[in-house]
């Protein structure tokens, strides 16, 4: 039986880690922890969880095999550290961490305790990431130079007054929290590592007009008491050249006065690809190609898939066969360069190197 710890008992691991991890054979969700005692009582309750704890660090010291880390953002790294110094494997939520020097850190316990330490990017396990990164990986694409990732709300700011709208424990506002998602999924698909320029900017224009934007689902909110206040950006927006020149544009937004959705692009020399939102079905990925001299459009027939269960079921077999988990080293850190980039880029108003 592998034992889990859950550390954060909030929208994230009751609508996809504890359900999904509790549908796994040879998988028990042992213990839950979370600072809120009454939303605590309800998820052990709800989901049958029989150690319950409001200090994380009594949760690691428990006879468990992996930790699952859904706590807010300025937390990710020390517990990942300590959870695998006290001989746990983690499956952390992202943004991984807040800074580089963090990233580091955390790759530096994973050599040392030699623990299975995976990033929570559901996005990489969608039929469309699978297809393109395929393709990409047979040469089909030729040399990929520029990238476009975005993900924009019009009136979506999560968790307004929370953690999340806090500078502190959130670390930024929608590239920290959406932006990641779609950087990581370009970024795995092209595989591309190694950012050198970030240049980046944030805006704040809808601090007084903030909506919430329906994340975490107000039934996995219990006793949170949210302050209204909004001290991160609403949008913001990077430019990043990679070691050989390769471009990446990204741009995020929990507020704006713009469509809505998530979208990429790949340009490659052979082929370039448009990944628009995977939940428009009306829209579907479109491979753009040459055929005999004839530019041609493919769209691939693309498999339904649940993304948060095969994360889930992914990390739980790396645990049983002691594989290494899809989230490799080098890219967790080039997406963690790319958003401090952008943000320190932003606040000093000239680019970041490195
Ligand atoms: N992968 C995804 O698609 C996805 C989606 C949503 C959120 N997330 C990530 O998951 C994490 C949690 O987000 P959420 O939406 O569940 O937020 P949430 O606010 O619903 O839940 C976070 C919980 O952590 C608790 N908490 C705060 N400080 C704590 C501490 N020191 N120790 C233990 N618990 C603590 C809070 O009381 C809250 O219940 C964030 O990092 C977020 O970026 C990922």
Known sequence: MIKIGIIGAGG?????HIPNLQKIEGVKVEAICDINKEKLNYVADKFNIPKKFT???????????AVVICSPNAYHAIQSIKAMESGKHVLCEKPIC?????????????????????GAFPRRFLGETIILKKLVDDGFFGEIYYLKASYLRR????????????????GGGPMMDI?????????????????????????????????????????TRKGDKPTGKMEVEDLSCGF????????????????????????????????GAQLPDPLDSKNPVRIYTETNGVLSDIIPEVPKIDVYFEEIKHFVECIKEGKDPI????????????????????????????
Request: aromatic share 12%; proline share 3%.
């Open 55 to 65: 200090n994380w660090e009594e949760l690691i010291e428990e006879n468990l095999d």
């Open 327 to 354: 989230t490799k080293k080098e890219e967790i850190i080039s997406v963690v360069k790319i958003i401090e980039g952008i943000y320190k880029s932003a606040e000093n108003n000239e680019p970041v190197i490195y």
């Open 179 to 219: 932006g990641v998602h779609m950087i990581d999924m370009v970024l795995y698909i092209a595989g591309l590592t190694e950012p050198k320029i970030v240049y980046g900017a944030t805006f704040e224009k809808f601090k007084d007009k903030a909506i919430d934007g329906g994340w975490p689902p107000v039934d």
């Open 240 to 271: 990043v050249k990679f070691k050989n020149g390769e471009v990446l544009f990204v741009e995020a937004s929990w507020a704006g006065n713009s469509e809505t959705g998530l979208k990429g692009s790949i340009f490659g020399t052979k082929a």
């Open 12 to 16: 994230i691991s009751q609508v996809a």
């Open 155 to 170: 009136r979506g700011i999560p968790g307004l007054g929370t953690w999340f709208t806090n500078k502190k424990l959130a």
């Open 98 to 118: 807040l800074t580089v020097e963090e990233a580091y850190q955390i790759f530096d316990t994973v050599e040392k305790t030699k623990k299975i330490f995976m």
